[in-house]
């Protein structure tokens, strides 16, 4: 079974800092997706980064990138120069294509971000 | 933007009663999944469609049913509601990237 932890319930992240978040996964599978999905207090889920994992460049988005790392099951989410309006919960998530999964995600728990100005 | 709209956007419901949740989107994707949101779980797999014709069960199906009425339409229904099933309920659709895009949520109480 593929499981998915974030092992930070919260993180708090001065303005124009930058703060990291942790995810580890664990698959038996060699070709998945990963994501970080971003929900403000709208509730809304929102997709902010998505990595392959055949890809061994890591993605970015803007102030948001990705470390990376398939052999010790790592996928970590950087936030850089950090605004107000990345206070939300991040979510961690994982995705396959077989005939048992068919692209679900296998979500994390969230790890809440508190921007302090 | 895979523009995925759900009503109600709130809902608040009596235990037993029928209810049932919409989902449209306006891009043509095949695939639409259903999730629940519980405090603390993240989110789970309801049902998911690959068509009109094909739905399969996830991972919390039970108390629940699914009808693919259209390709740009996935309804949730409970069919006995119940307190356990309060919760915020999403609808997702993936793309050919198998990238998944969320709808804006319904949040339902059931009382």
């Known amino acids: 079974a593929q499981t998915v932890t974030q092992s930070q319930p919260e993180m708090s992240v001065q303005e124009a800092e930058t703060v990291t978040l942790s995810c580890t996964y664990d698959?038996?599978?060699?070709?998945?997706?990963l994501f970080w999905y971003k929900q403000p207090p709208s509730r809304q889920m929102i997709l902010v980064i998505r990595q392959e994992a055949y890809k061994q460049q890591n993605a970015t988005e803007n102030r948001f990138s990705v470390n990376f790392q398939k052999a010790a099951k790592s996928f970590s989410l950087k936030i850089s120069d950090s605004q107000l309006g990345d206070a939300a919960m991040y979510f961690c998530?994982?995705?396959?294509?077989?005939?048992?999964?068919?692209?679900?995600?296998?979500f994390g728990a969230g790890t809440q971000v508190v921007v302090t100005p | 933007d895979a523009d995925v709209t759900q009503t109600p956007r709130n809902r608040i419901t009596k235990t037993g009663k029928r209810i049932m949740l919409e989902c449209s989107q306006t891009k043509g994707h095949d695939r639409m999944y259903w999730y629940r949101q519980d405090p603390g779980l993240g989110l789970r797999l309801i049902y998911y469609s690959f068509d009109v014709k094909d739905i399969n069960k996830g991972e919390i199906s039970d108390g629940y049913s699914v009808s693919r009425q259209a390709q740009a339409k996935f309804s949730l229904s409970l069919e006995s509601a119940i307190p356990n099933q309060t919760a915020l309920y999403f609808c997702a659709i993936a793309t050919d990237t198998d990238t998944q895009y969320f709808g804006p949520g319904t949040r339902l109480t059931v009382l």
């Open positions: 698959t038996s599978e060699s070709d998945y997706y």
């Open positions: 998530a994982l995705s396959y294509m077989t005939t048992d999964s068919w692209g679900k995600l296998q």
